[in-house]
């Protein structure tokens, strides 16, 4: 009988000694410009799905993000699993750093082909775009097009988000200086539009009455609008500045496999239905429901930006937006 019960204790205790081994998770590390109340969701869905991965978010600007990526390159080791920011030109980059795990996701296939990498180093994911956004209190006949964000009428009354932050207002100010060339800038200036950080930022100041007009992102108006928040919003019609935010892994992450189903979560159904519900998006594929009353990808006028020209030209175009909207 005593030997029995050692027998037992000791397979008792070898049971209590595994249980943690059992329990560890992997951790996984994104660094995105996702903002945080719609990441939080989005951890909250995936980890319920795979509870053997725990997702770390850093959550930044993608100026901040890109800084801090290069900083740890300089360092010895990147420590982002994942990164999935705004400006898509900066993927290019990496891509061409040799930086990014090239992965063939399962949900590739059903993706438009605009959003898929021809090398699949990574994945349009989170679609958006820049579009005039007003107060609806005291807008009765708001903007229609990005040319009329320099009528004399709204001087004062005008507000955007800083490209040093935004990635999305990198490409903003990119493509407007495409299409119209500084003279855009000069004319914002002339009309004494207002610089805060970022685009939730700039939404919140025209929700308030702070401004009447100014540059947002589509899915953060169309949120607020949903809430109840006096603010509406434009697609202009000379064309809604697109950004598709891709997702990639990076290549020397120690937890490749994690960074895969991550991945695959994001671009499947159930990753799309969660970024549609929690953030206002798009979606990246056609056979998920966009959010009430929004257009799908294909409906909407978008400005033409080809990806060399906003990789050879964004670094200028900030500097120019610094210097004549912060500096002078």
């Not at 990496?94 to 949900?107: A, H, R, T, W």
Request: charged share 20%.
């Amino acid at each position: 009988m005593r030997k029995l019960t050692s027998s037992l204790l000791v397979a008792v205790l070898a049971g209590l000694i595994a249980l943690p081994a059992l329990a560890e998770k992997e951790t996984l590390m994104v660094y995105t410009s996702c903002p945080i109340e719609i990441m939080t969701e989005i951890e909250r869905v995936f980890e319920a799905a795979h509870p053997e991965i725990d997702v770390q978010v850093y959550r930044s600007g993608t100026g901040t993000i890109t800084a801090k990526i290069a900083a740890e390159r300089e360092a010895g080791k990147i420590l982002a699993d994942i990164v999935w920011v705004a400006d898509y030109a900066y993927f290019e980059g990496l891509k061409g750093l040799d930086l990014l795990y090239p992965y063939e996701s399962p949900e590739a296939k059903n993706l438009p082909e605009i959003f898929v990498d021809p090398d699949r180093c990574y994945y349009g994911a989170r679609i958006f775009s820049m579009v005039i956004a007003y107060n609806t209190l005291l807008v009765d006949d708001p903007p229609r097009r990005w040319t009329d964000l320099l009528d004399p009428k709204w001087r004062g009354q005008l507000v955007t988000g800083n490209p040093q932050y935004s990635g999305s207002n990198v490409v903003a100010t990119t493509a407007l200086c495409l299409e119209y060339g500084l003279s855009y800038l000069k004319g914002l200036r002339e009309n004494e539009i207002a610089v805060v950080r970022g685009n939730s930022q700039a939404a919140a100041e025209i929700a308030a009455g702070a401004y009447m007009v100014g540059f947002t992102l589509d899915n953060i108006a169309r949120g607020m609008k949903a809430q109840g928040s006096p603010i509406d919003l434009v697609y202009p019609e000379d064309g809604a500045v697109f950004l598709p935010s891709p997702i990639a892994i990076i290549k020397t992450s120690e937890h490749i496999e994690a960074a895969k189903t991550f991945v695959d979560f994001v671009l499947s159904p159930a990753g799309q239905e969660a970024l549609v519900e929690y953030g206002s998006y798009i979606p990246a594929r056609p056979d998920v429901a966009p959010p009430p009353d929004t257009p799908t990808v294909d409906q909407i006028h978008v400005m033409d930006l080809p990806l060399s020209f906003l990789m050879a030209n964004k670094d200028f175009y900030t500097d120019q937006f610094i210097k004549l909207l912060l500096e002078e």
